[in-house]
């Protein structure tokens, strides 16, 4: 079992910047990745970006060059740094771990996100 608590959402006007906290406990060492998704009301959940164990990352192409994904050195907790924020960013925001060799998904119970002036 692992457990996810978020942090860092909030309220930004367009072209800001927020930073997302997610941290691990429980089966750490059995995390194989972790990463963030994002769902608005009107659209499915999308991977925002993930970091492996190993420290390879991948972004969806509508946040590439404006968002990083990083991790701390005992890689309990993922930290998702948002720049140059829009209004279609605005969504729920979930950490995610992919967990042991099954890769069984364990979700936080999300943060808000709200870009608008």
């Known amino acids: 079992q692992v457990q996810l608590v978020e942090s860092g959402g909030g309220l930004v006007q367009p072209g800001g910047s927020l930073r997302l906290s997610c941290t691990a406990s429980?089966?750490?060492?059995?995390?194989?990745?972790m990463g963030w998704y994002r769902q608005d009301p009107r659209k499915q959940r999308e991977l925002v970006a993930i970091?492996?164990?190993?420290?390879?990352?991948n972004y969806t192409d509508s946040v590439k060059g404006r968002f990083t994904i990083s991790r701390d050195n005992a890689e309990t907790t993922v930290y998702l740094q948002m720049g140059s924020l829009k209004p279609e960013d605005t969504a729920v925001y979930y950490c995610?771990?992919?967990?042991?060799?099954?890769?069984?998904?364990?979700w936080g119970r999300g943060t808000q996100v709200t870009v608008s002036s």
């Open positions: 429980g089966s750490i060492s059995r995390i194989y990745a």
């Open positions: 970091i492996s164990r190993g420290g390879n990352t």
């Open positions: 995610n771990a992919v967990v042991g060799l099954a890769r069984t998904k364990y």
